[in-house]
């Protein structure tokens, strides 16, 4: 036996001639370049998710985080950067445990092996966990818990905070307040924020906070696995801040967690610090925008007092404040005429109101007015029949009828009556009605009629003239007092 008979390659029994020669031809391949390849090709794998038993977990002094994931027989290298370690292994992970790993395939090249880059470590339950909290999701969003947004107080009087007093999110919280408003009124409610019995915990939290009179509740806890950050995830902390009367600001986790008290929250903070900055307002930029607002409002008043001053001065050099008895001059002298009115309208009134008094107290002054006012076709029709009768007198009488021509009007001018009786119509119908003895009736005889009233009473001739009228009242001037 040959010295290289115990290696494989160096029997040509076992390469051929023919395949070296293919494979000189083929070109040579460096192990850097191999190492290139390789790692490509698993580079086009892409993400991964590979389920395994975790071992034991090992942290360098760079803060790299190295374990196996171990099945079967397979052995799989993993590595946690150190800028992933706090969001990407879960507390209380132990080794032993069956977990799935999130992440994707490298090589390193120095020691020609791969590793899995690990981005999240969950625990293998936690596939039902996430299918839960989808059909918790959908049951929610059906609700509408997930469409109310109540906006934030500018300058809430207290907040509330619902969160451990030995968290790293409290401290955040207070270092925050500090930068922004030292001193600013804050609530704490200490409650457990993961573990058994948190979920309700954190429920009475958040009524109890509501009820003590804050304006505004923040739940806030740093960030965790799945598992850590579950019981932000059940329903009664959801029906908690739902319910609660002020608006709620959520702030679990990092920015990459979402959590179904995010989803029902009015407001979402990415970090503590953030929730900080959305509820405690800026003293100084408050400071600074009132100091501009007091500046603008000192301008304004100046320029409203010059604008009044300007106003003033072109005021008083009007011709009215010169003379200010120009303006009561135009009034003055329409009050005088209206007294002028006044005073001529009251006297005419009463002149003629004492007129009508004097006439209505002389009952023959008012029958004289009503027959000169009767027209004269009237009189003529009143006197026409009582010329035309034949007058009972003596040889007087007949004398004149005689010397007239058989006309009546010979005897009465004979007879010469007072003009008052033809001119007031008195000589009516009851004219040559001739007077009894005692009986006061109106001798016949127009020659001795008289145009007085005899004593016997009135005449109840309706057509008479010397029949009373009922005395009317007097005429009032156009505006005088009844």
Request: aromatic letters at 4%; glycine letters at 12%; charged letters at 30%.
């Amino acid at each position: 036996m040959t010295p290289h008979s115990d290696l494989p390659f160096g029997d040509d029994s076992v390469l051929g001639s023919d395949e070296i020669d293919a494979s000189e031809r083929a070109g040579v391949l460096g192990v850097a370049e191999l190492t290139r390849r390789v790692a490509a090709r698993l580079a086009d794998l892409g993400p991964l998710l590979v389920e395994g038993e975790l071992g034991p977990p090992k942290r360098a002094a760079s803060g790299h985080v190295y374990f196996d994931l171990k099945e079967g027989g397979a052995v799989l290298s993993c590595v946690v950067w150190r800028s992933s370690v706090a969001t990407a292994v879960p507390k209380g992970l132990e080794a032993g445990e069956r977990v799935r790993v999130h992440g994707r395939l490298d090589v390193y090249a120095p020691r020609g092996s791969y590793s899995f880059v690990v981005r999240r470590i969950e625990r293998s339950g936690a596939g039902e966990l996430l299918a839960r909290l989808e059909r918790l999701k959908r049951e929610l969003a059906e609700r509408g818990w997930f469409d109310r947004r109540r906006a934030l107080p500018r300058l809430p009087e207290c907040i509330g905070v619902v969160t451990s007093r030995d968290g790293a999110a409290f401290r955040d919280f207070l270092r925050t307040r500090t930068l922004r408003w030292p001193g600013y009124p804050v609530r704490l409610r200490h409650t457990p924020v993961q573990g058994p019995g948190a979920a309700a915990s954190v429920a009475e939290a958040i009524r109890d906070l509501a009820s003590s009179g804050v304006d505004v509740v923040v739940v806030t806890r740093g960030g965790g696995s799945l598992e850590d950050l579950w019981c932000f995830n059940e329903e009664e902390v959801a029906r908690a801040i739902f319910e609660c009367p002020v608006p709620v600001v959520s702030a679990v986790g990092h920015e990459t967690d979402t959590t179904l008290a995010d989803l029902v929250a009015d407001h979402r903070a990415h970090t503590p610090t953030d929730a900080a900055v959305a509820t405690i307002p800026d003293r100084s930029a408050l400071v600074e925008r009132l100091e501009r607002g007091f500046a603008h409002l000192g301008r304004a008043i100046e320029r409203a007092a010059r604008d009044r001053e300007e106003a003033l001065r072109r005021a008083a050099r009007a011709g009215v404040f010169a003379r200010p008895e120009r303006l009561l001059q135009r009034p003055a002298e329409r009050l005088e005429r209206a007294f002028v009115r006044l005073e001529r309208g009251g006297r005419n009134a009463l002149d003629a109101a004492a007129s009508d008094l004097a006439r209505a107290r002389d009952p023959r002054g008012v029958f004289a007015r009503r027959a000169r006012e009767a027209p004269i076709g009237t009189r003529r029709g009143a006197v026409r029949p009582h010329l035309a009768r034949r007058p009972r007198t003596g040889g007087d009488g007949g004398a004149a009828r005689r010397r007239g021509g058989g006309h009546a009007l010979g005897g009465l001018a004979a007879a010469r009556p007072r003009a008052g009786i033809l001119r007031h119509g008195v000589a009516g119908p009851c004219g040559p009605r001739r007077r009894r003895a005692g009986s006061g009736r109106y001798a016949r005889d127009a020659g001795r009629a008289r145009d007085d009233r005899v004593p016997g009473g009135p005449c109840r001739d309706r057509a008479c003239p010397r029949r009373p009228r009922p005395l009317t009242r007097p005429r009032r001037a156009p505006g005088w007092p009844s």
